[in-house]
């Protein structure tokens, strides 16, 4: 799926590209990317530590939407398939 076609799966409005279900999704995109990437080439020390980022601020956007909106988080993680 493309980013832009993931935009508007989880956009609250026509407007919205930096809800944090958007941020979410578009990072888990990135992640799955760039594991995929890691996985050819292994000795890529500098996109690891940039996955590694990734996963964090993944991980505080979801944590965030936990604390605030339960029903939307779990319906978010279900649907990207994340575990928790």
């Given at each position: 799926m ?10 609250l409005?026509?407007?919205d ?7 979410v999704?578009?990072?888990?995109k990135?992640i799955?990317?760039l ?17 590694l980022?990734?996963v964090?601020?993944?991980?505080r ?24």
């Amino acid at each position: 799926m493309a980013k832009g076609d993931l935009i508007k799966k989880y956009q609250l409005h026509k407007e919205d590209t930096g809800s944090t279900e958007v941020q979410v999704a578009v990072l888990t995109k990135k992640i799955a990317d760039l594991t995929g990437h890691l996985k050819d080439h292994k000795k890529d020390y500098d996109s690891r530590m940039g996955l590694l980022k990734m996963v964090g601020k993944r991980r505080r956007l979801l944590n965030y939407l936990r604390q605030t909106q339960e029903e939307k988080y779990q319906k978010l993680i279900k649907d990207l398939g994340l575990r928790k």
